[in-house]
């Protein structure tokens, strides 16, 4: 990413949250399309943090918005708030963890196995080249899932 690609992507940014109410980053990435400009929503977090971007109360709904000069600089208990009601899907705990050796770049196509499998008590896989981590809710389930899974690979 260039300098002046990111400059001109934040202009944008800037320009489109305050010239019309902007209610998620869903659609700021549309509309940034619309001008030409595409990005990811992990780009935009990172530009919103960059250019002071907060999501606050406005007419007809919570909007982003860049504070004032005048502005107390965001809490960040209320911008992880923010953050979490508008993208996170679930949370819930989890006690127990295991990892799967795979071979060499295999790990992805064998964690989305595991996703797919949609097997009880497992809350997150997150894959590497070779590894993958697997959460558990508790202890029980894992000791659980590492047997079956053994049995399952003829390990």
Known sequence: MTPDRRRTRERAILH???SRPIRSQIEL???LAREGISTTQTTLSRDFQRLGIVKRPGPGGPRYQRP???TTPPDPHRMLAAT???LALDIGPGNALFAIRTM???ANAVAIA???ADLDGVLATVAGDDTIL????DAEIRSRLVD???SLANL
């Open 29 to 31: 990435v549309a509309a």
């Open 84 to 86: 979490l009601s508008e």
């Open 16 to 18: 489109i949250i305050g």
């Open 148 to 150: 079956e899974l053994r």
């Open 134 to 137: 697997v959460l558990c809710r």
């Open 104 to 106: 060499s770049g295999c």
């Open 68 to 70: 004032g000069r005048d």
């Open 114 to 116: 595991l996703d797919e």
